[in-house]
Each structure stands twice: as structure tokens, then as C-alpha cells.
């Protein structure tokens, strides 16, 4: 009878001393954790050491190639080295992208090749890609919201774009400002504009790379878009109808 009375009172303190352990070994695994966190913290710091290191020893290395270059051609001034380079960098990026847009299956292929293009080589940190259709002007990028214009946030810009068939600005004259609307063309009449409402601190301002990425992404994402449709079956009559029902619209940004 004693003993039983014993064996009652120890089981509170023997689940007390079960809930310590049990807490006690999720301690030791949230320690364990926070070690391995820390470890490759410490791996990725080491890596991004050694990049930065590497990008400084690539650009003194092509500075010096640069300079020799200029040195070896006599009446040539340095800055027509820089000119040319930018020129071919130039040509790269829209041979590439106008060969991505030449292969597109999908609208979506269309609009994803549009958002990168936009982001990564134009600069753009604000942007908003519209199509229309007879009584409709559809949102259809960027697709992911965090890079979205505010709502109605430069839309006369827009307006004049599809209005007149060409870019718009607010600051006119003034080389490579923001914002700007570009119409997007198809058989010479605006479809679409693209919207550019703020670059991000690094590019700061278009310069001729963004402007002439621009007016590739005017002249070739509506053909782009046709060129899914009609790959889908379609006709070209029609084309540009049938791509209001392959392209799926998104909300724009209330932020």
C-alpha cells in the first residue's frame, strides 16, 4: 500500500525529468544547428573573399590589356578601345536576346525572356509590361510582383506609348532619363508598351546597351508572341487574337 502511494508520488517528478531531457536535447540540436549555420556562413564569407579577389585581379589584368593594346596602335586614343568594347558587348547582348525570342515556345518563354532582359541587362528595379486587345490593356509582367510599377503610376506615359506608336518620357531631351514607356510594335501599330519607372543605383541612368535593348524588346515581343500562336496551330490572321487567350494577365502592385 506504502509502496504504491511511492510510485504515484515519483511520477510527476520522473515527467519533469522526462520534459527536462526532452528540452535539454532540442538545446543540443538547436546548438548543433546554429554550429553547421555558422560553418557554412564562415564557407560562403571565404567564398566571397576569394571572388571579390579574383574580380579585382580580372579587371587589373584587363586594364593592363587594355593599355598595352592602346600603347600598340599608334593615333588611336584609349577611349575608342572602350567605345569599341561597349559596341561589342553591346551586339552580343542583342544578338542574344533577339536568338532567345527567335526560339520561344510558349508566351510565357516570351514575357520570362522580356523580365530578364528588363531586370539584368536593362537595370530596371520598377517596370510593367502591358498587351491590348480591342477594349482590354492587360498586365502580363513582370511576373514576379516584387518588381512591379505602383498602380497607375506613370500610366499617361503608357497611354502615349499606344497612342502614338512611339517612346514617351516625361523629361524630354534629357539622354537616358526615367521614366520611359516604350510601345511594343506589331505591323507598325502599338499592341503593348513596356514601362521602365526606376533603374536600380548601379546603372543609374539608360545608356546606349539599355536603349538599344529597348527597341529590340519594342519591335520583337508582339511578333514573339504571334509566333507562339501560330506555333500552336494558329493563323496569322488571327494570331494576335488567340495570344489574349494563351496569355494570362497578373495583379499589378499595390505597394
Not at 500500500?1 to 519533469?16: C, H, K, N, T
Not at 572602350?82 to 508566351?107: G, W, Y
Not at 539599355?210 to 508572341?225: A, F, K, M, T, V
Request: net charge negative.
Amino acid at each position: 500500500m506504502g509502496s504504491e502511494d511511492d510510485g504515484a508520488r515519483l511520477d510527476p517528478a520522473d515527467a519533469v525529468l522526462a520534459a527536462m531531457r526532452r528540452s535539454i536535447d532540442l538545446v543540443q540540436d538547436l546548438l548543433y544547428t546554429a554550429a553547421v549555420q555558422a560553418e557554412r556562413i564562415r564557407s560562403l564569407d571565404a567564398e566571397l573573399t576569394n571572388a571579390r579577389q579574383r574580380i579585382a585581379f580580372l579587371e587589373g589584368e584587363t586594364s593592363q590589356l587594355r593599355q598595352r593594346l592602346a600603347d600598340g596602335v599608334q593615333g588611336v586614343d584609349p577611349a575608342q578601345f572602350e567605345d569599341l568594347i561597349e559596341e561589342q558587348n553591346a551586339f552580343a547582348h542583342l544578338f542574344v536576346t533577339s536568338d532567345r525570342l527567335s526560339r520561344v515556345r510558349t508566351p510565357d518563354e516570351v514575357i520570362r525572356v522580356a523580365d530578364e532582359v528588363v531586370q539584368n541587362l536593362v537595370g530596371a528595379d520598377r517596370y510593367g509590361i502591358w498587351l491590348r486587345w480591342e477594349g482590354e490593356l492587360r498586365l502580363v509582367g513582370p511576373t514576379d510582383p516584387r518588381w512591379r510599377s505602383e498602380p497607375n503610376l506613370y500610366r499617361d506615359l503608357v497611354n502615349q506609348a499606344l497612342t502614338h506608336a512611339k517612346p514617351a518620357r516625361t523629361t524630354v531631351g534629357l539622354a537616358g532619363a526615367v521614366p520611359i514607356a516604350v510601345p511594343l510594335l506589331l505591323d507598325g501599330s502599338a499592341v503593348g508598351a513596356l514601362l521602365v519607372a526606376g533603374l536600380v543605383p548601379q546603372v543609374g541612368r539608360l545608356g546606349r546597351l539599355q536603349d538599344d535593348l529597348l527597341h529590340l524588346l519594342s519591335e520583337r515581343i508582339g511578333p514573339s508572341l504571334c509566333l507562339t500562336a501560330l506555333r500552336s496551330g494558329g493563323s496569322v490572321a488571327t494570331a494576335w487574337a488567340e495570344v489574349r487567350a494563351m496569355v494570362p494577365g497578373v495583379e499589378e502592385s499595390r505597394s
